[in-house]
């Protein structure tokens, strides 16, 4: 079994979008986050290495091992570590992480960021990652959750249009509200100790580095790159989508707020 679609695509804008978003919050999501030195860290789908590149911050003398399905990902990831961490080491494989080519207990922590969104089955596969986790290791896992925005200037377009991408990654196997499951997921997947905790942004004039990294070039950018995918769905008219992502880009103005919630979990394997 392998992941969905990615309903985001794979496009050089969408690579920049994830660097932003990455780059914008990397305080948020990894601090609280420390790999021992010599210890063996597996990132699971590390996609363009957007994340990479800040867990080589937070263990330099950690062994990172990052996967992922898309080769042309994998070159990205390899790029842009080599760009902005020029002296980590990485190991890189193409794999698909319901077949991950290690033997049992291989790694003393696993990383799972924003991938289970993209899953079918995300407890089958986090109960399938537990077999190259070493007894006693660790897993952390990092999803959004877009029932979790709100925001000012409210806007009935706005909540459609954001309720449109909802509803296209429901449709390909995907689950835009897969924050909140966490802890039941973790639990049923058989890991022990699981702690979720909420990690909260919110973006108003004040703040206007997370506005334009976040508010605009993360959460409205994932939102537009959706359009033509609504449209051929029927989901929406053309006049009633550019009405909801116009309304939505107010709340990046001087006079707008956006709130939005991640959830970070971590939890042992027994």
Known sequence: MTAV??????SEHEARRLGD????????LHTGSVY?????????GCGVGAQTVHLVTAGPEA????????????AQARARVAADAPTATVEWCR???FDLPYGDAAFDHLFVCFVLEHLADPQQALAGLRRVLRPGGTITVIEGDHGSAFFHPDSAGARAVIDQQIRLQSAAGGNALIGRQLQPLLARAGYADVVVRPRTV??????PSL????????FIAMIESVREDALAAGLTTPADWDWGMADL????EDDGTFHYTFFKARAVNP
């Open 5 to 10: 679609g990615y309903v985001h695509g794979y």
């Open 21 to 28: 978003q990455a780059d914008t919050l990397a305080a948020l």
């Open 36 to 44: 021992p030195a010599g210890s063996r860290v597996l990132e699971v």
């Open 63 to 74: 062994y990172l091992t990052a996967v992922d399905v898309s080769e042309d990902s994998l």
């Open 95 to 97: 794999a698909d992480l």
């Open 202 to 207: 919110y973006a108003d004039r004040t703040r």
């Open 211 to 218: 506005v334009e990294g976040f508010t605009r070039n993360t």
């Open 249 to 252: 880009s107010r709340t990046a």
